[in-house]
T-cell receptor, first 112, second 110 residues
C-alpha cells in the first residue's frame, strides 16, 4: 500500500508562475486535505474535500485552488505564485469525519 | 476563533528522562484530539482521544484528555534519542477540520 503520495517532492518557482501539486491516496478515503507548514506556525489547513466533486475552504485558502475530480486524487493549484507561498505542503486523507488523518511526505515549494 | 496551543515550544532533556508535553484548546465543536510525531517528513499518528480521563498508551508513550479543562498531555517515559522530533497536537472540530498547535520540538541528548 502506497498510502498517501505527493508529487513533486521539491519545486522552485518564480513569482507569477503557476503550478499544480498532486495528492493521491489508495486507501479509499472520503476526506482529503491540503495543509501548509511554516516555521513557528504549525500546520494550517488550506482547503479540504469531504468527497469526490466537493471542496471547501480552510483557514488560509487565498491564492490557492483545489479540485477533487476523482476520489483518490486531490489537486492543489497556485495560479500566480508569490514568495509568501514558500512553504512545505502536506496532503492528508481520512476515512471518515473526525478520524485519524494520514499524511503524505510533503512538497517543499520555494517561490523566488 | 479556534485555537490550539502547545507548550513548551521547545524542550531539551537527557536520555532516560520523562517528559510531559501540553496541549490546550479552544474550539467551537470539539470532536477529538490527535497527537502526531513529526521527524523529518510527514507527521505520523500517535493517539486519538475522544473521551475524558481515559489514558491511551503505546509503549513508553501515553496520553490523556481533559474535556472539562480543555487540555491534553502526552507523556514519554525513559526517553531515547529516537524520540527526538516535533510533537504536534491537533483538534478535530465539527466541520471535519484539523486545527493544529505550533508543535513542541523535543530534543533528547545522549
Amino acid at each position: 500500500n502506497a498510502g498517501v503520495t505527493q508529487t513533486p517532492k521539491f519545486r522552485v518557482l518564480k513569482t507569477g508562475q503557476s503550478m499544480t501539486l498532486l495528492c493521491a491516496q489508495d486507501m479509499n478515503h472520503e476526506y482529503m486535505y491540503w495543509y501548509r507548514q511554516d516555521p513557528g506556525m504549525g500546520l494550517r489547513l488550506i482547503h479540504y474535500s469531504v468527497g469526490e466533486g466537493t471542496t471547501a475552504k480552510g483557514e488560509v485558502p487565498d491564492g490557492y485552488n483545489v479540485s477533487r475530480l476523482k476520489k483518490q486524487n486531490f489537486l492543489l493549484g497556485l495560479e500566480s505564485a508569490a514568495p509568501s507561498q514558500t512553504s512545505v505542503y502536506f496532503c492528508a486523507s481520512s476515512l471518515v469525519q473526525g478520524d485519524t488523518q494520514y499524511f503524505g511526505p510533503g512538497t517543499r515549494l520555494t517561490v523566488l | 476563533e479556534d485555537k490550539v496551543v502547545q507548550s513548551p515550544l521547545s524542550l531539551v532533556v537527557h536520555e532516560g528522562d520523562t517528559v510531559t508535553l501540553n496541549c490546550s484548546y479552544e474550539v467551537t465543536n470539539f470532536r477529538s484530539l490527535l497527537w502526531y510525531k513529526q521527524e523529518k517528513k510527514a507527521p505520523t499518528f500517535l493517539f486519538m482521544l475522544t473521551s475524558s480521563g481515559i489514558e491511551k498508551k503505546s509503549g513508553r508513550l501515553s496520553s490523556i484528555l481533559d474535556k472539562k479543562e480543555l487540555f491534553s498531555i502526552l507523556n514519554i517515559t525513559a526517553t531515547q534519542t529516537g524520540d527526538s522530533a516535533v510533537y504536534l497536537c491537533a483538534v478535530v472540530e465539527g466541520a471535519q477540520k484539523l486545527v493544529f498547535g505550533q508543535g513542541t520540538r523535543l530534543t533528547i541528548n545522549p
